[in-house]
């Protein structure tokens, strides 16, 4: 990337490989096939963001291996600032076996590079340029990642930036509820855009909980907008002291793989976001967005046509 271009958000945490099963609708136990993609939520949505035209800054870690080899070879394929991604030399680069699904799909992770986030890595003149700061539930999990990331985070809301994270919860990610859940409300009292499922808030609780008290806990943690994806059935924002915000996920003929859908879903809000554009218009252009990914395995295709197929009917 082209260092006279400014960054307009910072994606930090995983970068990994997915193995996907090819067999659609099986579990992990009787898929015998698997195809290898460019993984992990903010990597994701770095590739989405660039593809839509944007300029982000990903930071992560990876191993010096075939793997690492693959992931930078994938990310500098487009848009994307490389230079804050660390090979490390001693650590293998993290990989998640998935199984492709309609719904939630079952993974197994097998965690080694990916927590191995310094602050060196995100230097102030970075934070300073940006205009958003992103991570991510899975990337708070484990330390250093987590220590740096918070500290980060607080220098990034000390210089006015947008805050930004994916409540991405899983038991598997980080067996230890309560600690997870004081490590949220810390990133929150940063006032970040969130985004949660009810898949995550059921995991995170140990429970079915009700959308209200999903949303009084975040509005309490210090938190003023809240995006919760309903899958099939939409979502539900929830800005604080005013009025939610509803609308019906966009119908589609067949779910190709349901893998990245969220992170599609966050890339297009942030995207809108970012042009300022009115939440409600934000929420239609992430929910075609996710639309888009839900009929593609493995990531997004290069040719979305913004104006299209993203702005033409919201």
Not at 82 to 98: A, G, H, L, V, Y
Not at 111 to 125: G, H, L, N, S, Y
Not at 257 to 270: I, N, V, Y
Request: charged content about 25%; hydrophobic content about 40%; proline content about 4%.
């Amino acid at each position: 990337m082209k260092k006279d271009k400014k960054i307009d958000i910072i994606c930090v945490g995983e970068a990994l490989v997915d193995f996907i099963g090819h067999e659609y609708g099986v579990g992990i136990n009787e898929t015998r096939d698997y195809h290898r993609y460019l993984g992990g939520s903010p990597t994701n949505v770095a590739m989405n963001l660039a593809r839509l035209g944007l300029h982000p800054a990903l930071v992560a870690t990876v191993g010096d291996d075939g793997f690492g080899e693959y992931v930078f070879e994938r990310i500098q394929e487009i848009d994307i600032d490389t230079s804050f991604i660390k090979k490390s030399k001693d650590i293998p680069t993290s990989t998640i076996i998935i199984s492709r699904s309609v719904e939630t799909p079952e993974f197994i992770p097998y965690r080694e590079a990916d927590c191995f986030i310094e602050e060196v890595q995100i230097p102030t003149k970075l934070l300073q340029e940006a205009s958003i700061f992103h991570t991510t539930c899975f990337a708070l999990s484990r330390n250093p990642a987590r220590n740096t990331i918070l500290k980060k985070a607080k220098e990034a809301f000390k210089l006015g930036k947008k805050l930004s994270i994916d409540v991405n919860f899983s038991e598997k990610i980080w067996p230890n509820r309560v600690e997870a859940s004081s490590v949220i409300q810390e990133f929150c009292a940063f006032d970040p855009l969130v985004k949660i499922s009810e898949d995550d808030m059921d995991r995170l609780f140990a429970r079915k909980v009700s959308h209200d008290e999903i949303f009084d806990f975040f509005h309490k943690s210090g938190v003023s907008v809240v995006c919760l994806t309903l899958g099939k059935n939409g979502v539900i924002l929830s800005e604080k002291n005013k009025d939610r915000i509803t609308l019906p996920a966009i119908k589609i003929n067949e779910v190709m793989d349901a893998t990245g859908a969220g992170d599609a879903f966050w890339s297009g809000f942030l995207f809108a976001y970012l042009r300022e554009y009115p939440l409600t218009k934000c929420l239609n252009i992430a929910l075609k967005l996710a639309a888009l990914k839900l009929q593609n395995v493995g990531r997004l295709p290069n040719n979305i046509n913004v104006m299209t197929d993203l702005l033409g009917t919201v």
